[in-house]
């Protein structure tokens, strides 16, 4: 019997197949470009090759499962695929839950009336919980949500200082987004590291195209740096991360660029990609700034700037210096330059890295890149995938 995790994004469906307890997934799948007549989708399994999927042209979210399946299924391993639990990666939980929720037809009409909060991904995670619901009737499915962790966030640190009525209104605070990284890795961390994870102080920089950071105070999330929505904070791929809120305003006027043609610049076209004019993969980006580009070094020294800054700002919720710094996501895991330029702003820290373990990622120390008694920087893999499938049998004991 096997947990089937679901993640329905705004135009692509992943899929992976869990059994219990075992962190490598037995099968993924993803199909991409949904309801576009260019969608196409591959599947794995284990660490096999990959495997084109048939995907009809302009299929939705549920055609997208459905191939996704037909083709797990059309391997002998997985012809008579038994699934006991679906967990679905759900983004935007609201004040709501601050937990994973045993979905039932309150909890979907909760997901679906989040819609405004989470324009993007609300409606198609609810669709991806409907399809799962018919193809594997009577099967239980759990919602674990990114925003969930940040729940323990006190009112001091969530309020934004508009008028009150807007929070009461609209519950504009900011939420906070990741969640589930950020939890496994600082356990994780904890574990690694022999510190007891409800007694301790971790910050997590989880950097992959979306950036965020969370400290972790006791086991419980104390403050992060998204908020309303995964646009603030951190630079990103192609995200701006925080910017003067008066900028929608002077680019309205100096520019002439309606609300939509802004929010779409500071989503799509800022971070990485509007800083280098290059791209917004680092990969990419450290050739070049290796090369000497400067529009890559630019890029990449505005990322690691601000997210030290962020790291440094976010001991005040740690009411002290961290015991640990996690790095995590595809560029905190594989990252020397990134890690290092933004140790090297933080040297009121006292983080000793060690340039050799840095370059490995700590790949003879367990993940430890630092040296001496400061805090401790450590590259933890993340491993969302498991974490939901985890939260999901938690829920739905055999
Ligand atoms: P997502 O948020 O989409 O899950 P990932 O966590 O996979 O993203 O991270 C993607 C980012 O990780 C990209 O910027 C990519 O360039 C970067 N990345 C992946 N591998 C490397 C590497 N070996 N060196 C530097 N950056 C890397």
């Known amino acids: 019997m096997l947990t089937l995790i679901i993640n329905c994004g705004s135009s692509s469906v992943k899929l992976a197949l869990f059994e219990r307890d075992r962190s490598e997934p ?28 048939s995907c009809p042209a302009y299929g939705d979210h549920a055609a997208a499962l459905d191939a996704a399946l037909s083709g797990l299924r059309s391997e002998p391993a997985l012809h008579d695929l038994r699934v006991s639990a679906v967990g679905h990666r759900i983004v935007h939980g609201g004040q709501k839950f601050s937990a994973p929720a045993l979905v039932d037809p309150e909890v979907l ?11 993007v991904h609300a409606i198609p995670n609810a669709l991806g919980i409907e399809a799962a619901t018919r193809l594997f009737p009577g099967v239980p499915q759990v919602a674990v949500f990114d925003t969930a962790f940040h729940q323990s966030i006190a009112p001091e640190v969530y309020r934004y200082a508009i008028p009150d009525d807007l929070y009461e209104r609209f519950q504009i605070r900011r939420y906070g987004f990741h969640g589930t990284s950020h939890a496994y890795v600082a356990e994780e961390a904890a574990r690694r590291l022999g510190l007891d994870f409800k007694n301790c102080r971790l ?30 904070g951190l630079v990103m791929g192609t ?79 740690l009411g002290g210096m961290p015991d640990a710094l996690i790095f995590t996501g595809g560029i905190g895991e594989n990252s020397c330059l990134v890690r290092g330029l933004t140790l090297s702003h933080l040297s009121a820290f006292n983080f000793e890295l060690d340039p050799e373990r840095n370059k490995t990622a700590g790949a003879d120390t367990n993940g430890i890149i630092s040296s001496g008694s400061g805090p401790t920087a450590i590259v933890v893999p993340t491993n969302e995938e498991f974490a939901i499938a985890h939260a999901t049998a938690a829920l739905c004991p055999f």
């Open 26 to 53: 037995v099968a993924t799948a993803m199909v991409d470009r949904v309801a576009t007549d260019a969608i196409e989708g591959s599947y794995r399994i284990g660490d096999g090759p990959r495997q084109a999927l």
């Open 109 to 119: 009409a909760e997901i679906r009336a989040l819609a405004p909060l989470a324009p």
């Open 203 to 232: 910050i997590s920089a989880h950097l992959g195209n979306g950036c965020s950071a969370t400290a972790v105070l006791n086991g419980e999330s104390v403050d992060t740096s998204m908020g309303l929505t995964p646009l603030e």
């Open 239 to 317: 995200r701006s991360g925080n910017v003067d809120p008066n900028l929608h305003n002077f680019l309205a006027q100096q520019a002439g660029l309606s609300l939509d043609e802004i929010t779409d610049l500071l989503n799509r076209k800022s971070g990485l990609t509007g800083l280098s004019g290059i791209s917004n993969d680092l990969r990419v980006l450290t050739d070049e700034y290796h090369a000497g580009n400067k529009s890559a070094k630019l890029a990449v020294d505005v990322f690691c700037f601000r997210l030290a800054r962020e790291l440094a700002g976010l001991t005040v919720a």
